[in-house]
Nanobody, 120 residues
Framework: VQLQASGGGLVQPGGSLRLSCAASGRTLSAYSVAWFRQAQGKERAFVTRINRYGTTTDYAESVEGRFTISRDDAKNTVYLQMDSLKPEDTAVYYC??????????????WGQGTQVTVSS
């Protein structure tokens, strides 16, 4: 599976962005999908995950209530809607496909990352 993350950019605090993770090569419906992020000088951290059926989601406490993960298997794409963005959300965001875990080693396939910068 090849993953392509897109949708990042520069946004003001309080604004919104929607990230997309498009898959090719194999159907994404066979996998759980997660988003991780890595801020400059920090380790990669779990953000959210969705199981292969789209019935279960999980969020890091820091984004709970502001971020929403969803999937459209007809389009072979997973989305991350990010609202009420804060400067501390600034990071490179990565999507990953694999097992339903909260650690990076649970996932077999990774996208290239998309930069999100929250600044006034």
């Amino acid at each position: 599976v090849q993953l392509q993350a897109s949708g990042g950019g520069l946004v003001q605090p309080g604004g919104s962005l929607r990230l997309s993770c498009a898959a090719s090569g194999r159907t994404l419906s066979a996998y759980s999908v997660a988003w991780f992020r890595q801020a400059q000088g920090k380790e990669r951290a779990f953000v959210t995950r969705i199981n292969r059926y789209g019935t279960t989601t999980d969020y890091a406490e820091s984004v709970e209530g502001r971020f929403t993960i969803s999937r459209d298997d007809a389009k072979n794409t997973v989305y991350l809607q990010m609202d009420s963005l804060k400067p501390e959300d600034t990071a490179v965001y990565y999507c990953a496909a694999g097992s339903f875990g909260v650690v990076a080693t649970s996932y077999y396939y990774w996208g290239q990352g998309t930069q999100v910068t929250v600044s006034s």
